[in-house]
């Protein structure tokens, strides 16, 4: 038996409906999803840090959700785990005529723009009975940065673009410009909210003109913040303090500090 194989047996052992585990059997899709999507996030963690040990488990359990989709799948009667397979091997080797067919493509560009293209027929081979939109394919399940890239990716592709990078950070500039405004009109927290998300989307797509992957940009500032943070607690500590027990003037002294140490 082949470790796929097991671990396919494993997966039918745990959804058997008397033997089986009392909460695998309880699951669904809609159950698992939100556990995939975190699963999905400790891969991306694993390589940033470049945990190899890590990341070869965390895809370990990312290949398990995919498995206990198929099993529910197949016990529905809807599709089983060989059939995930078959259609990753036939989407495979059909965007990639250059590999195994007669195509050739010259460049990595050149790929991506083939790549497209036959994403592109797919989409309007399933959208039959409704308008073809560029956006067609592109998730609402998407964190909604990433999902701004690329909503705006597509546009981008039938020129509806910023030309230089200095414009993007221009617009960048005018949208928070318009939540200074709402801030000093005071106008609700819908309309705020409604110049925040501009500002954010704004932002979404100066990293993108600068071909930086904003999700990534945004975990190292995450990653930065509280890096310093922990610093002044640390501090704050060998004082016999706690952060809440500090004056805000203290704690900034403290950050610029620990940002002048990095």
Not at 36 to 48: L, Q, W
Not at 147 to 173: I, M, S, T
């Amino acid at each position: 038996m082949t470790g796929i194989e097991r671990l396919l047996d494993i997966m039918a052992r745990l959804r058997d409906p008397e033997r089986g585990c009392p909460w695998d059997r309880e699951q669904t899709f809609a159950t698992i999803a939100p556990f995939t999507i975190e699963e999905a996030y400790e891969v991306a963690d694993a390589i940033a840090r470049g945990d190899m040990q890590e990341l070869r488990d965390e895809l370990g359990d990312l290949l398990f959700q995919v498995v206990f989709y198929a099993r529910m799948a197949e016990e529905a009667g809807d599709f089983d785990f060989a059939a995930v397979v078959e259609a990753i091997v036939a989407k495979l080797t059909r965007r990639h005529p250059h590999v195994f067919g007669g195509a050739r493509i010259d460049n990595a560009r050149h790929q991506s723009e083939e790549w497209e293209r036959h994403k592109a027929a797919e989409r309007a081979a399933r959208s039959r009975d409704a308008p073809p939109s560029v956006f067609d394919g592109v998730t609402s399940a998407l964190p909604a940065l990433s999902r701004a890239v690329k909503l705006q990716r597509r546009a981008a592709r039938v020129g509806f673009d910023w030309r230089r990078l200095e414009e993007v950070a221009d617009k960048v500039e005018e949208e928070l410009q318009e939540v200074r405004a709402e801030i000093a009109a005071d106008g609700g927290r819908e309309r705020l909210t409604h110049e925040i998300g501009d500002l954010l989307l704004a932002c979404s797509n100066l990293a993108r003109f600068a071909a930086i992957d904003p999700e990534s940009a945004l975990r190292e500032a995450n990653g930065r913040f509280e890096r310093r943070f922990r610093r002044i607690e640390a501090w704050l500590a060998e004082q016999g303090k706690r952060p809440e027990q500090s004056s805000l003037e203290e704690m900034e002294r403290l950050w610029l500090r620990a940002k002048e140490e990095e």
